[in-house]
């Protein structure tokens, strides 16, 4: 017989920091932390009710995977330079078109609707936050609606590594007006069946952001 390694407790630590990498993660593109906020260890521990073994695991990964990055006695949203925000547009670009390319002629457009009124309510206000969760959301609908999960985890990767930003641009009521009424103009195209028209307003929206980070103070 052969016999079964018995590692309960380092599988469970295992899944725990899976969780907390989960937690992390899903609070970052939720717009919770900001380019000027500190996410330490301890702060977590008492927050999750863990110990710091998980925490510390899963903040490797975030920094390994660039989505977040060690300052002092913490970590925090990497500010990349302005060769890597162009690259990393440009990558976006890519990606991000060929996900509209691969959306079925006829989708079910309910969560992508659904997100799309959640960004409207979300214009108004003096905090971003309510916005970003819910352009998360719209990204994490479209996304959804393309059956290659190679690319659309690649898309996510690169999203993730410019959640920094989006708290500053998303800071002024006109700029998320603006991609409010682009993806509501998306949802209206996909539920016609109109993948191009879907697509080029889509597009369009992230050359708008594009011009609104080269605006930005990066370092070079």
Known sequence: MIPT???????????LSDQVFDWVLEAIRSGDYGPDDLITEPALATALETSRTPIR?????????????????????????RDEVAHMFHTRLLLEADILRQIPDAPDVTALRAASEAEKAAIRGDA?????????????ALFDLCANRFLTEIADHCNDRMQAYRSVTLAEGANRAAV???HAAVVAALARGDRDAAAARYLATLDRAQVAYKAM????
């Open 128 to 140: 971003p936050r309510d916005f970003i969760a819910a352009n998360t959301a719209f990204r994490r």
């Open 57 to 81: 695991e899963a903040l490797f990964r975030l920094v390994g995977n660039g989505i977040l990055t060690e300052r002092g006695r913490g970590y925090c949203l990497p500010l990349l330079s």
């Open 180 to 182: 409010a009424e682009d």
């Open 5 to 15: 390694p018995a590692k309960p407790r380092i599988l469970r630590r295992a899944r």
């Open 217 to 220: 103070a990066l370092p070079r």
